[in-house]
């Protein structure tokens, strides 16, 4: 058989290649053009080679705000991963308080990042916001803007309330696919609802918790808006995360040059971390 | 020992799911409950187990009543049409779940659960999970699962509706042999009739919540109580037409007229409705006296040794079923002919009368 050999397919993937290109490699490459080179304007540029990237790895600020955001998300994670699970298995599957309950728990995720920032800014004020005040009166020394640990607690509480609802909503839709006879096989084998747990649920949620983690890790791990609302990474620095801190050098100090090399360290670190989770949890499946 | 229903009913609100039903099954027997999607097989089936309530009636095992025991303390096991595993076990622990509860030996778990994966032809599959199986693989670790324990009832909810044809008849010609010489009441529902004639062993008809008829399936077969449980046992559908018998001929609408027949013979003259199966719908002529069909052809199936014509005479639809290949162009004019001994003849209640 003769066999014609040409190469015209190719015009057929130019389409993604180029949406991608702009939407992703170029934009990158500029960050990389900062990185390795020296600048003072007038679009000169001067070879630096990893001189930004050894400055960026030895700097203490950057270390800091690192240990700080893997404690954030770490917390984030903690938190919301078994809440959204836990409250998840508390709705009822069917009925008219279905819609009800589902519109009530997705409203956080419909509020914009920096009224989010806003309302918690106000909720945590210690003279008049409920949050604040409340704490306050309960004898306990309140004050976001002067506390570390009350900065935190308002941060971390905030970050729970807002996105508490997703991890929600990925588990409920992957429990309300688990069909009803996996419960009746389990309520033959007079199995408990541990063991329904543990056995059915959980191993049918094993997908569904695992994009609920990438997602919040990705997104904890590049929170801004609404901590830069709240806190503006205070009092002090003790809640400048990695992007505020990138934010400061790049803008801040206008050194681009050492914030692109931290831009690609970070987005290293989101690459490699995500790629860790997902194969921790996607194990099982190798083996 | 045996199980029964007496009068076993279930209502949800205003809407009636199963009408008063009574049923016995005896031991080691093994019970096709055979009807249409949503006719209650499902349900009948639940209630046998303990898993929903009837709203009135009782149900006795052995004599014990035991309406109201939760199905875990019933002995019961259960197989369904999506194939149910625990995803995260093996094979061979999944086979076993059902003993572990059961606090038995390890030794006596491993030779149960070595006997059923051999009966299931699973034994090189033990250490897999069941995401790793095919469909016809995982189905039958869920039988396995419910042959290894030794329990009083098995109930089969449409096994193998979900698998690909191939799959269904090489199992479907294996489950007897599984059940055979076991004590257990074996209780299987299925929508397609040819599963109740391979089984044998007894079949229930159900239509809209109702068990029409029930009886060993071969006098079910042949011998439908009426109408509806006709219509219930047969694929394809069974013709049927209003006739009208007048000394020792069948007068038909539009005017045709056949001979009566053998099984006509004992009925007194008068209107009935004469009930067809399309096997008995020929393209050749019977030896036995025929009925004639002549019509334009709607549809013909051809399998590789089969032919299902649909004929339309006079605006009724015939359906006819015969051994080999016999072609016939849709749109052309075809005559078919009807063994018309084997009518099935019932009153205008439905009630069959010969």
């Known amino acids: ?287 | 020992m045996a199980l029964e229903l007496i009068e076993i009913a279930k209502r949800v609100g205003a809407d009636t799911h199963i009408h008063p039903t009574s049923l016995v099954l005896p031991q080691g027997s093994f019970n096709v409950l055979l009807g249409t999607t949503l006719s209650g097989k499902t349900t009948l089936m639940q209630i046998m187990a303990g898993i929903q309530q009837p709203t009135s009636g009782q149900i006795r095992f052995n004599g014990r009543d035991v309406t109201h025991v939760a199905v875990q303390k019933r002995n019961v096991s259960m197989v369904y049409q999506q194939f149910i595993n625990y995803p995260n076990f093996t094979v061979y622990d999944n086979i076993a779940s059902p003993l572990k509860v059961a606090a038995m030996s390890k030794a006596e778990i491993d030779r149960r659960v070595m006997a059923a994966a051999d009966l299931l032809r699973l034994r090189p599959m033990l250490k897999r999970r069941p995401s790793e199986l095919s469909g016809g693989q995982q189905q039958r670790t869920a039988i396995a699962r419910a042959i290894v324990k030794d329990s009083d009832l098995i109930l089969l909810d449409e096994p193998l509706a979900n698998l690909d044809y191939k799959l269904r008849e090489e199992l479907r010609d294996e489950l007897p042999r599984l059940f055979a010489g076991r004590n257990a009441i074996v209780v299987y529902a299925t929508t397609e009739p040819v599963e109740a004639l391979l089984f044998g062993g007894g079949t229930a008809t159900l239509h809209e919540g109702r068990v029409t008829q029930f009886g060993p399936t071969s006098s079910v077969y042949r011998e439908p109580k009426d109408l509806v449980s006709a219509q219930v046992f047969s694929d394809p559908p069974i013709n049927m037409t209003p006739v009208e018998k007048r000394g020792s001929q069948l007068q038909l609408l539009g005017g045709k007229v056949w001979p009566a027949g053998s099984s006509a013979r004992s009925l007194s003259d008068g209107r009935y409705i004469l009930g067809i199966r399309p096997h008995h719908v020929t393209p050749l002529p019977p030896e036995a006296p025929a009925g004639e069909l002549e019509g334009r052809v709607l549809v013909t199936e051809l399998s590789g040794s089969e032919s299902v014509i649909h004929l339309d005479v006079g605006g009724a639809t015939w359906v006819s079923q015969s051994h080999g290949i016999h072609p016939f162009e849709v749109g052309a004019h075809a005559r078919l002919h009807v063994d018309i001994d084997r009518g099935l003849f019932f009153a205008a209640n439905g009630e069959r009368v010969s």
């Open chain 1, 1 to 287: 058989m003769n066999k014609t050999v040409n190469n015209k397919a190719w015009w057929l993937v130019l389409p993604v290649f180029l949406m991608v290109a702009f939407n992703a490699l170029v934009p990158l490459m500029t960050v990389v053009n900062y990185s390795i080179q020296e600048t003072f304007g007038n679009n000169e540029f001067f070879w630096s080679g990893t001189t930004w990237f050894e400055q960026i790895l030895h700097d203490g600020e950057f270390h800091a705000s690192l240990r700080r955001q893997l404690v954030f998300t770490g917390l984030v994670l903690l938190i919301e991963i078994p809440l959204g699970l836990a409250i998840a298995l508390c709705m009822p599957r069917q009925g008219p308080w279905v819609s009800v309950c589902l519109v009530l728990v997705a409203l956080p995720l419909l509020v914009p990042w920096n009224v989010v920032g806003s309302m918690w800014n106000i909720m945590a004020l210690p003279d008049i916001g409920l949050l604040g005040k409340g704490i306050n009166a309960l004898g306990i020394p309140f004050n976001y803007t002067r506390q570390p640990i009350s900065a935190w607690f308002t941060v971390v509480l905030m970050d729970v309330w807002h996105w508490t609802s997703l991890v929600l909503l990925l588990c409920y839709a992957g429990l309300v696919a688990i069909p009803d006879a996996y419960y009746q096989a389990a309520k033959v084998d007079g199995a408990g609802p541990w063991a329904v747990f543990r056995h059915i649920q959980l191993p049918k949620l094993k997908h569904v918790l695992t994009i609920a983690v990438l997602l919040r890790f990705m997104d904890s791990f590049m929170i801004y808006t609404e901590v830069i609302v709240l806190t503006g990474g205070g009092p002090g620095s003790t809640t400048k995360f990695l992007s505020i801190d990138l934010v400061q050098k790049a803008l801040g100090g206008f050194d681009l040059g050492p914030a692109a090399a931290f831009s690609i360290v970070y987005f290293l670190i989101i690459l490699f971390l995500s790629w860790l989770f997902y194969t921790l949890m996607m194990r099982e499946e190798a083996r």
